[in-house]
């Protein structure tokens, strides 16, 4: 007997097909369902599909499809200085407060998406005189926007192979995977949580927390909070903005 195809909307995170998780390479379940069915509705309409099935068939057999809806489900967006109020926090009182205590900056940006936030940072510790020393990494679940970063070329600015070479690029599920060796003095998160299911977001939270060195600061994106910041060890010292103890 033929199966019938699954109904557009009628998918959530929570019950998506196996097949469909496979075919594009996405933990779906780790992302809120609400989220996963918009984008799964959004990819319907635009590749003109009418079943949750051909959308797994179309992804398995099409590179740039499955490019597509892996974007739109991690929402991959980032700019020069997205969100400036957050880069006037850090170059004013945070980033002033972290290098009285060590003038090797580890900075980490945990879902980087095309690489723009950590050049941001970059800028800015640049103009405190602080970018020799620091070390960067940024990682994120796209290989796609990885390539970007490393390249570094951009509509807005092109970054300098001299500068280039002062950061790392890794591919990472925050999550699913553990956290970069070592610790940070600094973790940039910033509107990745929004979009996971609750146990996903408490165990992103968690790995954050985790990564952060003595005196290290964890900063979220400008809609996020932590609701319970001393259950992780953090204590709230600007907005959006958690530093672990000394």
Not at 29 to 57: C, K, T, Y
Not at 77 to 100: A, T
Not at 107 to 120: K, R
Not at 151 to 157: E, H, I, Q, S, W
Request: glycine residues 8%; positive net charge.
């Amino acid at each position: 007997m033929h199966r019938a195809a699954t109904p557009r909307g009628q998918l959530s995170g929570a019950g998506a097909p196996t097949a469909l998780s496979a075919a594009s390479g996405l933990r779906l379940e780790a992302f809120r369902p609400e989220h996963v069915a918009d984008r799964i509705d959004r990819a319907l309409a635009g590749e003109q599909l009418a079943s949750v099935d051909d959308l797994a068939a179309l992804l398995r057999r099409d590179e740039r499809a499955r490019a597509r809806f892996r974007r739109s489900v991690a929402v991959s967006h980032s700019g020069l200085f997205r969100d400036p109020e957050q880069f006037e926090i850090l170059e004013q009182r945070v980033l002033p407060r972290l290098l009285e205590h060590t003038s090797r900056l580890r900075a980490w940006s945990a879902g980087c998406a095309n690489g723009l936030e950590l050049w941001s940072l970059a800028i800015v510790l640049n103009r405190l005189g602080a970018l020799d020393g620091a070390s960067l990494l940024g990682s994120d679940l796209l290989e796609e926007n990885l390539a970007v970063a490393r390249a570094g070329v951009y509509d807005v600015v092109e970054i300098s192979p001299a500068l280039r070479g002062r950061a790392r690029w890794e591919r990472r599920d925050l999550a699913n995977d553990p956290p970069p060796s070592g610790r940070f003095d600094l973790v940039l998160c910033r509107n990745v949580a929004i979009y996971l299911e609750p146990a996903a977001k408490a165990r992103l939270h968690r790995m954050l927390a985790g990564a952060l060195a003595a005196g290290g600061v964890l900063m979220l994106g400008r809609s996020e909070r932590l609701g319970d910041p001393a259950a992780l060890g953090l204590r709230r010292v600007e907005s959006h903005v958690y530093e672990c103890p000394r």
